[in-house]
Each structure stands twice: as C-alpha cells, then as structure tokens.
C-alpha cells in the first residue's frame, strides 16, 4: 500500500482504485475530494467513492480488498435506505475510504460525466460537477447544502441548469425543490 501514515486517505484510495480497476468495476471519487476538483477546498482526512455495482455483489467486492491487505466493514442499507450498500476501507493508520453501492437515485451515465484526472501518476475518475451538486443537494445536511451552492455559484465550470435540473428530480420532489431554493437564492446569477 501507498500509505505511510495518517492523514493520507487519498493515498488509500489510490490504492482501491487500482483494485476497482483490476476488477472492471466502474467509480467515481465523491465527496470532499470531488468538491475540492468543482471549486470547493474544505478539510477532510476521508475519501469517498461511488460505484457502479450490484448491491448484491458487495460480499464479493470485500473479499477482494481484504485478499489486497484492506481492513474492511461492509454495511448494507435497510430497504428505506438511499444508499444500498457501504464498503469501508481502512489502514493500519486509520486512513478510511468509504464506497458507496447502490446509490438510489444516481443515473448510470453519471460514470460517463465523470472527469478524469491524473493524481499521484494514476487516473482518478471524479463525479461532474452536476451530478456532484444534486448529490449534495439529496443528501441535504448543512455543509452538503454549502458545498452545493459553493458549486453552483463557483464551479470548474458553467454548470448545465437543464442537466442539473433532471439529476436532481431523480433523487425526489424534495430534493428538486431544494435545488430550485438554492438556484432562487443565488439571484439567478449561476453560470450555465
């Protein structure tokens, strides 16, 4: 493994990343790291991932990390749960990944919006930026619904309201209707 101490949770990701690619299995990077590629820098010593997996192929998934020198915790969701499945992955130095499986909501073809990037000499496949607000928008605690508006009104790029709009109503009403607040609080003056 590429870690070496603590606080080097990307490192650790970079090496699930090369396990998710041995074994075909498509992902892209979410969370803290994905905001800090849309605009968006904040502290955080987790990395997180989401992926293209059958729930019910978690178990499977957890034997490969381990058999790859992983600690790992998988916890399945109760059917109210929007996330299906979660593989965490740790060290010996406490770095932590977590996988996301089975994201009720996330369009498949949020994998092709992924932006690649090079990190540590090894391609890295982030969500896009739409797809990164509405995730943050579902999930709706306090510095998701910052990191959202941050997004909007800071991102990489000019963010596709149409796009946007459509990812966030297959998350539910309540998160579409959050995004409109948010579009409405940022006086119409989001790029796209």
């Given at each position: 493994?590429?870690?070496?101490?603590?606080?080097?949770?990307?490192?650790?990701?970079?090496?699930?990343?090369d396990v998710l690619t041995a074994d075909g299995i498509n992902y892209a990077v979410v969370g803290a790291m994905?905001?800090?590629?849309?605009?968006?820098?904040?502290?955080?010593?987790?990395?997180d991932a989401v992926l293209s997996l059958a729930v019910q192929r978690a178990a499977e998934l957890e034997r490969?990390?381990?058999?790859?020198?992983?600690?790992?915790?998988?916890?399945?969701?109760?059917?109210?749960?929007?996330?299906?499945?979660?593989?965490?992955?740790?060290?010996?130095?406490?770095?932590?990944?977590?996988?996301?499986?089975?994201?009720?909501?996330?369009?498949?073809?949020?994998?092709?919006?992924?932006?690649?990037?090079?990190?540590?000499?090894?391609?890295?496949?982030?969500?896009?930026?739409?797809?990164?607000?509405?995730?943050?928008?579902?999930?709706?605690?306090?510095?998701?619904?910052?990191?959202?508006?941050?997004?909007?009104?800071?991102?990489?790029?000019?963010?596709?309201?149409?796009?946007?709009?459509?990812?966030?109503?297959?998350?539910?009403?309540?998160?579409?209707?959050?995004?409109?607040?948010?579009?409405?609080?940022?006086?119409?003056?989001?790029?796209?």
């Amino acid at each position: 493994m590429r870690t070496t101490g603590s606080g080097e949770s990307a490192l650790l990701l970079l090496d699930a990343v090369d396990v998710l690619t041995a074994d075909g299995i498509n992902y892209a990077v979410v969370g803290a790291m994905a905001g800090s590629v849309h605009g968006i820098v904040r502290a955080s010593f987790d990395a997180d991932a989401v992926l293209s997996l059958a729930v019910q192929r978690a178990a499977e998934l957890e034997r490969k990390f381990k058999a790859a020198g992983f600690q790992t915790t998988l916890r399945r969701g109760d059917p109210d749960d929007p996330i299906g499945a979660l593989l965490s992955l740790s060290d010996a130095f406490e770095n932590r990944v977590d996988l996301l499986i089975g994201l009720r909501g996330l369009e498949p073809t949020a994998f092709s919006r992924a932006i690649e990037l090079t990190f540590e000499k090894t391609a890295l496949r982030v969500i896009g930026l739409e797809d990164f607000i509405a995730m943050k928008v579902f999930a709706g605690g306090p510095q998701d619904l910052a990191d959202a508006r941050a997004a909007i009104n800071t991102g990489s790029r000019a963010v596709d309201l149409i796009l946007l709009r459509r990812l966030a109503s297959n998350y539910g009403g309540a998160t579409a209707g959050t995004l409109e607040k948010l579009l409405a609080d940022a006086g119409g003056s989001a790029p796209g």
